[in-house]
């Protein structure tokens, strides 16, 4: 299926879900593990049924899902395709039916707490230093470019974040190469660059808001919040 852009995401109108980094993300209140395992294995029944599951983690009074095709179609500017994990309308119709479930189930969906985090590495020739991040961060060399047409690093095992890097003109720029990359939900930005702020950070950069903000702390150490359009419902 052809990849969705952020506004096709955002008009689909998917309140308990917000769209961060490749994909969709929710998270579900449970009062205890033996909540959180029913809802799994409903989830499971499901998946079976749309043939496509989401990746799911259980925590203290949590369940975290995430939706993503490894198998999207994504359209250069010259018209090749290429096959990329992203959001598509499989994971959008599954979304909707996950609500559904939930809310049979008498689940409380908290989607401002979701978060993912990915690295971020500047350079001037990722193809020459990806395999080594490849290798150290995940151990096998496909990690490289998988699920993207770039040289990302993304493990498919899901244990680290994903690895991309940056153009860097000078290949003697002096300052920092790495910086993370912190995706949040719309709706929490401005209280979280609030916080940033009162612990002593600085907005470097926000010619971008609300979908980047670059922040650094003391030492001049850089991250950069991210921020997708949130569902057009909830604005």
């Known amino acids: 299926m052809d990849m969705l852009t952020g506004d096709q995401i955002a008009e689909a109108d998917l309140t308990d879900w917000r769209k961060l980094a490749q994909g969709l993300h929710a998270r579900y209140a449970v009062d205890d593990f033996g909540a959180a395992a029913r809802f799994v294995a409903a989830l499971g029944?499901?998946?079976?049924?749309?043939?496509?599951?989401?990746?799911?983690?259980?925590?203290?009074g949590y369940v975290d899902l995430r939706l993503t095709s490894s198998d999207a179609i994504y359209r250069d500017d010259d018209g090749t395709e290429h096959v990329v994990e992203w959001v598509t309308q499989q994971d959008v119709d599954l979304?909707?039916?996950?609500?559904?479930?939930?809310?049979?189930?008498h689940l409380s969906p908290d989607p401002a707490s979701v978060s993912v985090l990915e690295?971020?590495?500047?350079?001037?020739?990722?193809?020459?230093?990806?395999?080594?991040?490849?290798?150290?961060?995940?151990?096998?060399?496909?990690?490289?470019?998988?699920?993207?047409?770039?040289?990302?690093?993304?493990?498919?095992?899901?244990?680290?974040p994903n690895l991309w890097?940056?153009?860097?003109?000078?290949?003697?720029?002096?300052?920092?190469?790495?910086?993370?990359?912190?995706?949040?939900?719309?709706?929490?930005?401005?209280e979280r660059i609030a916080a940033v702020v009162a612990a002593g950070g600085t907005v470097v950069d926000d010619s971008d808001y609300p979908?980047?903000?670059?922040?650094?702390?003391?030492?001049?150490?850089?991250?950069?919040?991210?921020?997708?359009?949130?569902?057009?419902?909830?604005d």
């Open 119 to 160: 690295l971020g590495l500047d350079t001037t020739d990722s193809a020459k230093i990806a395999p080594v991040w490849a290798a150290l961060l995940t151990g096998y060399p496909n990690a490289q470019g998988l699920g993207s047409p770039s040289d990302e690093v993304r493990d498919a095992l899901g244990r680290v």
């Open 45 to 60: 029944d499901v998946g079976d049924e749309f043939g496509h599951h989401p990746q799911v983690s259980i925590g203290r």
């Open 165 to 190: 890097f940056d153009d860097l003109a000078d290949d003697n720029a002096s300052g920092q190469r790495f910086h993370i990359e912190v995706y949040i939900a719309a709706e929490v930005a401005e």
């Open 95 to 105: 979304a909707r039916r996950i609500t559904e479930l939930a809310s049979d189930q």
């Open 211 to 234: 979908a980047l903000t670059v922040i650094a702390d003391q030492d001049g150490n850089r991250g950069v919040l991210c921020v997708a359009a949130k569902p057009t419902s909830t």
